[in-house]
């Protein structure tokens, strides 16, 4: 099997820093690429607590993401890579991990906020709580009630994005401060709709906020601020989203990361790019 290049290597060797801290009070003794924690009889190498530790054929976890980024289906991940489809699975949901995880990100400037609403889906569940219902079937409830989760979303106009899931129903001021609390500062614009909670948000944080009466008609303030890039955002990610046929409601975080990813680098930079980009967040210690 091929080995790790040269700089994914370079960028993995930070783990052998990570153990170290994690165990403080241990006698290492090094062995080649490896260290040895001699009272728990332990050994790390440069890819110790990151994603690909566990993982035996490196090679084909590295194709299944590039095959991930081009839009194939765990079957044809699976086919093509010669893998069981719950390998396939298991490796979508630690490249998954591995975009959620990226360091945190921050915007600037003008940002644009809004909400979205997806269904709760307990795909997979087999102790429902409710009555079972085919999938696309209406909600129970009609409109936001405690059956859609919501789906926060930020972005500024350097298309940095940052998308997470809020909470069930309405969101209040302390989840948009939970969620975006650390990536909106004082500097920036906040632009939403009529949205009380983002304006409780924004007085609690002192950032300058605009809102947009859409009822009234008023899209748009002296032609630059206006909240279309978040909602075209929002068109694209569903439209997008729908290609899974459904996604569970415990997975959806890591899917709107997926989306975050490929909207930001494969549209602005190439598909190679962003693979290789994803390769080294893999080799990164603290990703698994």
């Known amino acids: 099997m091929k080995r790790l290049g040269k700089e994914e290597t370079a960028m993995a060797t930070g783990a ?35 994603c690909l530790h566990y993982i035996h054929y490196k090679e084909k976890f590295f194709s299944a993401a590039s095959l991930m980024l081009n839009g194939a289906t765990l079957k044809q991940i ?40 997806f269904a709760i ?8 709580k409710r009555k079972a219902k085919k999938r696309g079937a209406k909600s ?8 859609k989760v919501c789906v926060v979303v930020a972005r500024d106009r350097n298309s940095n994005t940052i998308s997470d899931i809020a909470t069930i129903g309405r969101p209040s001021a302390d989840n948009i ?8 500062t004082a500097s920036c614009v906040l632009l939403t709709d009529r949205h009380p909670s983002f304006s409780r948000f924004a007085k609690n944080k002192k950032i300058k906020y605009i809102a947009l009466d859409l009822g009234k008609g008023r899209r748009t303030i002296k032609g630059i601020y206006h909240i279309q890039n978040v909602n075209s ?8 989203i729908k290609r899974f046929k459904g996604v569970a409601t415990k997975y959806l975080s890591n899917y709107l990361h997926w ?16 693979q ?8 990164l210690p603290g990703m698994v």
């Open 276 to 283: 290789k980009t994803l390769i080294l967040n893999a080799c």
């Open 233 to 240: 955002y929002h068109s694209r990610l569903k439209t997008w």
């Open 140 to 147: 129970y409830k009609r409109g936001i009630s405690s059956e």
């Open 121 to 128: 889906s307990d795909k997979g569940n087999k102790n429902l």
């Open 16 to 50: 052998l820093t990570a153990v170290a801290a994690l165990y403080q009070d241990t006698e290492f003794t090094e062995t080649g690429s490896a260290i040895i924690a001699k009272n728990i009889k332990k050994t790390f190498t440069d890819l110790s607590l990151s």
């Open 177 to 184: 401060d939970t969620l975006l609390g650390k990536s909106i």
């Open 78 to 117: 699976s086919d093509s890579l010669n893998i069981n489809i719950a390998t396939a699975f298991a490796w979508r949901h630690k490249i998954l991990d591995i975009l959620k995880n990226r360091q945190d990100k921050k915007l600037s400037g003008i940002v644009e906020a809004d909400d979205t609403f």
């Open 259 to 274: 989306f975050e990813f490929i909207d930001m680098n494969v549209k602005d930079k190439t598909a190679q790019a962003a």
